[in-house]
């Protein structure tokens, strides 16, 4: 058998490669909220500009997503087989939560990871549905940039965020994305053995920090855009 399938029958391969597909997703929305940004310059051209270059990649784009859609089915599948297992273990959870010695970090978001992640991967399909598969140029959504007709995905998110419910459901989705997070990059580290008592404080504010930051970058945008503009 290959290595790799004995490893991910193992809990600890599980666990690695958890981790390795969880710290690569984070890799992707650092990338996909930096893009983003150029929403908030309010001028359509920077954005629309951005997303026609990054299309222009052809062959290399899908490439990349074929690489991001088996990170994502990897990263579920073994989180679900995990939950199963714990599961089958301990069919009634714990009467009671309490901590023997040192709390341990970030309680909440830890025993929440299967909730809020299938959240975002519902998020994840409502987005994917409208702004990648949405309207397009054949919809009328098309713009002139440097002198070519490019999809007017700006437009797109604008009019989206226009609606409250939808604000509403991206403002809960990601605030549970956070919360993932929050909980997710510090245990990755620490499944890849970054477990120490001096760095593990500085590791667990770290993820921390990455978590507060992508969500409040992306929380900005449905918020300005609905409230401000
Ligand atoms: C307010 C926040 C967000 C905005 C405005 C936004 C905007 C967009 C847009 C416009 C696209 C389509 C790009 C294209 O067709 O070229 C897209 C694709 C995508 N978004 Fe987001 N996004 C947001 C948050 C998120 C979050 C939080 C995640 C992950 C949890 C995410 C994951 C993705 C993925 C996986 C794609 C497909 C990428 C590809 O196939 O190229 N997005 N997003």
Redesign the pocket.
Known sequence: MLPVFTAVRSSVGKKVLMAVTALSLVLF?IA?LLG?LK?LGRESDSFNRY?HK??SLGGL?YLA?IG?ILLFLTHITIAISVFLTTRKARPVGYYMHKHIGKPSYNFFGSTTMIYTGVV?LVF?IV??IH??FGQGVKEGYIKEVDGESVRD?HRL?IEGFQSFWYVFF?VVS?SL?GIHLSHGVWSAFQSLGASHPRYTPVIFGTGILIAVTLSLG?LS??ILIYFIW
């Open positions: 929305v996909h983003n929403l997303a990054l299309e784009l997503e991001l975002v994840l987005h994917l702004f990648k995905l998110v991206y990601i994305l992306f945008m449905p």
